[in-house]
């Protein structure tokens, strides 16, 4: 319908929004788990093979990238346990879900996978700029991943479409305003 709020993209429908529609990658969506688990394990591999920082930055760089990679773990492990029995790997939720609003998710929709762009900058920071495009590779695979994650959410559970407008932020649980 022209002029109606796509809940996906928060565009209006109709239009041209200049997006394209992402494959799902199987019927759960389990092939951009795989394509993020391939760039997740790359990205320590290409880190630890190529050559490093140079000296003068090595040991801030490793600290900072070491502070990145554990605030990006703690956001993962309170994201999980946020979500309780209802985190699933796939991207289609399980029919007896319910849509979780609280906690980080009270200000982020995708707390998992802010961590885990945290973390795969935190690997590229402490190891080697020559893992840095792999983590922005990461963070455009994990944007991707949750547009078609949130195809299935609006599909499941109608009122997400309200949760997406109500909380704007993607993946970090930054305070609002």
């Known amino acids: 319908m022209q002029g109606t709020l796509d809940p996906v993209r928060g565009k209006r429908a109709g239009t041209n929004n200049g997006g ?3 494959p799902d990658l199987g019927d759960k969506g389990q092939g951009w788990v795989w394509i993020q688990a391939l760039i997740m394990a790359a990205i320590p591999a290409v880190g630890g093979l190529a050559a490093g920082w140079p000296p003068p930055a090595r040991i801030p760089l490793m600290v900072a990238g070491g502070a990145v990679l ?3 773990c703690a956001l993962l492990v309170i994201a999980i346990l946020t979500l309780g029995g209802y985190f ?3 991207l289609r939720p ?3 879900s319910a849509l979780v609003t609280t906690g980080v998710y009270a200000r ?5 996978y802010g961590g ?3 973390v795969g900058l935190g690997f590229a920071l402490a190891l080697s700029p020559w893992a840095l495009p792999l983590a ?3 963070a455009l695979e994990l944007s991707g991943k949750s547009r078609v994650e949130e195809r299935a959410l609006v599909a499941h559970h109608p009122e997400y479409t309200a949760y997406r407008q109500r ?3 993607p993946f970090f649980p930054l305070r609002q305003g």
């Open 136 to 138: 922005a590779l990461l």
């Open 116 to 118: 885990w762009i945290l």
């Open 167 to 169: 909380v704007p932020r």
């Open 108 to 112: 982020a929709r995708h707390p998992i």
């Open 88 to 90: 699933a790997f796939t």
């Open 20 to 22: 394209v529609r992402l």
């Open 70 to 72: 554990a605030l990006g």
């Open 94 to 96: 399980a029919p007896s």
